[in-house]
């Protein structure tokens, strides 16, 4: 007598997500002439595991080269200071 195991079975469940998702895809363009504010944590984190950052601007990227050799994002810098009322132009 011979006992066969049944084949098991496949099923394919789909399920369609209706949640609109924001584009974290680096972006091309002006962002890339400038450093970009982001809290320094953030940035030591992303230096060392190489995940992505979220600038104060809202550009998205791994952050790779020295931020001292490009000028600051004018639009991060103009947030920053919106952030820190009366304190003048200082940088973080």
Partial sequence: MTTENPSPTVTTI?????????DLRPEEGDHERFSHYVPKAKLT??????????ALCG????PSRNPDRYPVCPECKEIWQSMRPGEGDDQA
Avoid at 59 to 62: E, Q
């Fill in 45 to 54: 984190e992303a230096m060392v595991m190489g995940t992505p950052v979220i």
């Fill in 14 to 22: 789909v399920k369609e997500r209706t949640d609109a998702r924001p």
């Fill in 59 to 62: 550009k998205v990227w791994v």
